[in-house]
């Protein structure tokens, strides 16, 4: 049974940061590309950070990057977000996706996941 087990959500002040984790069970890890997702009150879901399979290739969102990086440690099964100089608009449930199709490239559609976490919700106050 394929899980994805998110955790380090929280509340944090602007400018502040945070990291976090996604553990994946029950399939080969490297093989995925990884991606994290977010969704706030009343908006659509949107993507964030992706990475391909093994230790490939990353792309960020326009909204966060050079603030947040996405990696993975394929040995721990875990994926990770780590974010940096965090704003309120960054507040939103967080959630962690994978795609097991073997594609070599970035995968940018919530489409194309094929397995989510359960969300962590990341709280930024003003």
């Known amino acids: 049974e394929v899980q994805l087990v998110e955790s380090g959500g929280g509340l944090v002040q602007t400018g502040g940061s945070l990291r976090l984790s996604c553990v994946a069970s029950?399939?080969?890890?490297?093989?995925?590309?990884i991606g994290w997702y977010r969704q706030a009150p009343g908006k659509e879901r949107e993507g964030v950070a992706y990475m391909v399979l093994r230790d490939g290739d990353t792309y960020s969102e326009d909204s966060v990057r050079g603030r947040f990086t996405i990696s993975r440690d394929n040995a721990k099964s875990t994926m990770y977000l780590q974010m940096s100089s965090l704003k309120p608009e960054d507040t939103a449930v967080y959630y962690c996706?994978?795609?097991?199709?073997?594609?070599?490239?970035?995968?940018?559609?919530?489409?194309?996941?094929?397995?989510w976490g359960q969300g962590t919700q990341v709280t930024v106050s003003s």
């Open positions: 996706a994978v795609d097991l199709n073997l594609r070599p490239t970035v995968r940018y559609s919530a489409s194309e996941y094929d397995y």
């Open positions: 029950g399939f080969t890890f490297s093989d995925s590309a």
